[in-house]
């Protein structure tokens, strides 16, 4: 027995070590075996959304980010001061220090946004892109299509500044209001709501206002990946869906290789509300 545990610790002693992955802005959990897939969440959420997702698309080796901040995960270094930027800069930190192969990103709404970073400032990093519901610069929906990131600034200070001044019963009812409009299927909504109320309201206020006045049109040319769009026709905005179509393919047409399609029937949480059309779309994309 004794000889048996110490050529075990032999062995450990000389098998090589490795540096787990460490940062203050994001975690990383795996789950599934084969390709590399990382997946990003959005604001106020985290990677339980990706859960059916997972289930229907097997043979994967997805791979987790838990953004720090949101979804009762401790806030470190997103505590204050800019998240998406520096968090875009972790996960493809986190891409290089676990040597993934070519991985494919997904990312959903902020994640989304977090992801075309990757792709456009570290092309080299992925094999191909898929953006969830996320447009390139959301300002657009805020204040127009000539809004800039500088005419957007002051609805984004006044929005943190709200958010700072609301009790936390004013933020739980705000909270609540939006994921029912994000989520059109009532048994999907209790596990992004409890992650929204869990989320620190300084994180999710500093980034949403970061979220508003990024713009990323610019950077699209740099993505060279095959890249997927899927978006929707939100709820209660006063868009059509030709109008929505329009300005989804006028915004995504710098990439040289993208789909850009609209999922009906489904609002910004498509994974949750169109399980089955969503997982078919992932499919489709790995298959590229």
């Known amino acids: ?63 987790l980010v838990q953004i720090a901040g949101m979804g009762g995960a401790a806030p470190g270094g997103n505590a204050q001061g800019a998240v998406i930027a520096p968090v875009a800069d972790e996960v493809a930190r986190y891409i290089s220090e676990e040597k993934l192969k ?71 009812a705000e909270r609540e209001k939006t994921i029912n409009t994000m989520i059109n299927t009532v048994a999907e909504r209790p596990g992004p709501l409890e992650d929204s109320r869990a989320s620190n309201a300084d994180t999710v206020a500093n980034a949403f206002s970061e979220l508003l006045v990024t713009d990323l049109r610019s ?13 929707v026709t939100p709820n209660g905005a006063p868009f059509t869906d030709a109008q929505m179509d329009a300005a989804y393919q006028a915004a995504y047409a710098p990439l040289s290789d993208a789909t850009v399609k609209r999922v009906p029937n489904s609002a910004h949480f498509i994974m949750l509300d169109a399980p089955d059309a969503f997982a078919e779309e992932v499919k489709a994309f790995m298959a590229k």
């Open 1 to 63: 027995m004794f000889r048996a545990l110490f050529a075990a610790a032999a062995m450990i002693a000389a098998a090589p070590s490795f540096a787990a992955f460490n940062s203050d802005r994001i975690t990383v959990s795996t789950e599934g075996s084969g390709p590399d897939v990382v997946l990003v969440h959005g604001l106020a959420s985290s990677p339980r959304v990706w859960k059916g997702t997972i289930e229907r698309v097997p043979g994967y080796r997805y791979h």
């Open 102 to 172: 070519s991985p494919a990103l997904i990312g959903h709404s902020m994640g989304g946004t977090i992801s075309m970073m990757v792709a456009a400032r570290y092309p080299t990093s992925i094999s191909k892109l898929m953006v969830v519901d996320m447009h390139p610069f959301i300002g657009q929906m805020f204040a127009g299509p000539t809004a800039t990131a500088d005419s957007v600034r002051p609805i984004a200070d006044a929005m943190r500044a709200r958010s700072a001044k609301a009790t936390p019963e004013e933020r739980a």
């Open 219 to 231: 950077e699209l040319p740099a993505i060279k990946v095959p890249t997927t769009i899927l978006y």
